[in-house]
Structures are given as C-alpha cells and as structure tokens.
Nanobody
Framework: QVRLVESGGGLVQAGGSLRLSCAVS????????MGWYRQAPGKQRELVAD???????NYASSVEGRFTISRDNARNTVFLQMNSLKPEDTAVYYC???????????WGQGTQVTVSS
C-alpha cells in the first residue's frame, strides 16, 4: 500500500519561508512524477510544481522564482522550498505521486500553509 505523508506546513509572515516534505512509503514504480498541489478556500486544487523521476521540473507561473521543488529518490521524498511567501499562497498543500504508465495516482492528506500579511 502506497502512503504519502506531508510535513512542514505552518504559519509564517509574508516574505518568510517554509519547507514542505512528503515521504512516500510502499511499493511503487521508480518511473513516476511527484508533485505539490494546493487548494485555497473556495478555489479549485491547482498544481504548484512537479518533478519527474529524472529531475525535470514544472512550476505554476505564480510561484516560479520563489518556490523550488526537489526530490531524494533514495529516500522516496519530495520537497518544496517556499521563499518570499505571500498571503495568496495560503492554502492546504497536497503531495501527489503519479505513475501514468501503470494508471496509478496517490495523494497525501495535506498540510496547511498560512501566510499572514
């Protein structure tokens, strides 16, 4: 059974930084894409950033230059370094593991990030 556990959320002032981590356990293909999504109250869940198993990254335009996604394949962990945080970054952040060639898709339970002005 694949399980994703996020950590690192919290309350921070505008301009501050947070680092999210997502540890994945269980059995799954090494060919995968891991990503971070977020959902603010009253809004749809949106992609923040994702990274393939080969290291290719993709960012939402709203976070490019401020956030950095990385992964440690040996530890099955993905990170999201968030700098220069803005109040509009406030949301629940979710970790996602996608394995398209096997039709598998897994989500974490989410971690709250709140940025105060």
């Amino acid at each position: 059974q694949v399980r994703l556990v996020e950590s690192g959320g919290g309350l921070v002032q505008a301009g501050g930084s947070l680092r999210l981590s997502c540890a994945v356990s269980g059995s799954f293909s090494r060919l995968n894409t891991m990503g971070w999504y977020r959902q603010a109250p009253g809004k749809q869940r949106e992609l923040v950033a994702d990274i393939t198993s080969s290291g290719s990254t993709n960012y939402a335009s709203s976070v490019e230059g401020r956030f950095t996604i990385s992964r440690d394949n040996a530890r099955n962990t993905v990170f999201l370094q968030m700098n220069s945080l803005k109040p509009e970054d406030t949301a629940v952040y979710y970790c996602r593991l996608r394995i398209p060639h096997m039709g598998e898709d897994y989500w974490g339970q989410g971690t709250q990030v709140t940025v105060s002005s």
